[in-house]
């Protein structure tokens, strides 16, 4: 693959900058890290793509990028290939189920890291409560756990769904 | 509490309960970095499910952010259908709040998700149909190919996201 310079036709590439650009600003990525979308998009539509290229297509500095690409290698979202005889690594992805699947399971793994933290303000919570409850804002933090709880209990539920598929 | 009034709540919490709150925006935080969901966007979002609705001046005392990044954080969500503004009676300023009751929170967002992803397939399909000019071309072929893997996969993305609403909805 060759990796120094884009070699895209010009109108192809003007298509694929209006598809990059309007996915950034759809509701589905928007919340999200603009510098990640983009890399991550257009690893999605180049198949496989070169750091080097990614800093052309997308004026990012190379410092951002390999930053922004590690942390993508290591949700699982991407995967990083070295070619014989090439110096560079190439990236590419899976499927977008996969991308999807490793985001999603990346969420819940989050989640699961506050369980015993939740727990813990849950019960504490509960044992002063004779203390705290008149305190302002008592229930506004209880509503939040006790939805918050049952939640990820669920979420793991679903995650282990995802391993089955 | 009147839908358009200004929030009968103190949202200065204090003590050990402020400690509750600055825990929950952490994890707000934490769980938005696994979404790349900027930090001050989540900060925002935290805040508002623990009050319920908040002014643009209650955020800014809350989060320290300025005017001008509570403002176009708040906009910007409003526009995504994420949180909804109201204006507080008989005065100039607007009450935010997140959309839906806490427990209809993932099932609001997944019936976003799937609209916007039929919209973005559509798009896409669109986009298909202007690469067609270009057949033979350089990257012609990549892209087509792609633009048809991502529509493919979005079809399957859709199928998983109705299971996980109903998974907390039968709980």
């Known amino acids: 693959m060759e990796d120094e310079e884009d070699t895209y036709d010009d109108k192809v590439r003007k298509i694929e900058k209006e598809i990059v650009e309007h996915l950034i600003k759809s509701p589905i990525y928007s919340t999200r890290n603009e510098i990640t979308t983009k890399i991550l998009i257009y690893i999605m539509l180049r198949k496989e793509i070169t750091q080097h290229l990614l800093k052309h297509l997308t004026g990012y500095s190379s410092g951002k990028i390999s930053q922004e690409l590690n942390n993508l290698v290591d949700s699982g979202m991407i995967i990083r290939k070295k070619i014989p005889g090439i110096r560079r690594k190439i990236y590419t992805f899976e499927s977008v189920e996969q991308i999807s699947t490793a985001r999603i399971k990346n969420i819940i793994a989050a989640m699961l890291k506050w369980q015993d933290h939740l727990d813990k303000m849950k019960n504490e919570m509960e044992t002063k409560r004779s203390k705290l409850e008149t305190m302002n804002g008592y229930d506004n933090i209880m509503k939040v756990i006790d939805f918050y709880l049952p939640a990820i209990k669920i979420y793991e539920k679903f995650s282990e769904s995802l391993e089955i598929k | ?171």
Do not use: C
């Open chain 2, 1 to 171: 509490m009147n839908s358009n009034q200004a929030p009968d709540h103190d949202f200065r919490f204090r003590g050990k309960i402020k400690d509750y709150e600055k825990t929950l925006i952490k994890f707000f935080i934490d769980i938005g970095k696994n979404k790349d969901t900027p930090a001050k966007i989540q900060e925002i979002l935290g805040y508002l499910i623990i009050h319920d609705k908040l002014s643009q001046s209650n955020l800014r005392e809350l989060t320290g952010y300025s005017s001008g990044t509570i403002s176009a954080t708040l906009g910007n969500l409003v526009e995504l259908g994420v949180v909804q503004k109201e204006r507080i009676a008989s005065s100039n300023m607007n009450l935010y709040s997140k959309i839906g009751d806490l427990p209809k929170i993932f099932e609001t967002s997944s019936e976003v998700s799937i609209e916007q992803f039929t919209l973005i397939s559509k798009f896409m399909e669109s986009k298909l149909n202007e690469l067609e000019e270009y057949k033979g071309k350089e990257g012609y072929k990549i892209l087509r190919t792609q633009l048809n893997v991502l529509l493919d996969g979005y079809k399957k993305v859709m199928k998983i996201t109705p299971s996980m609403t109903k998974m907390l909805s039968d709980n």
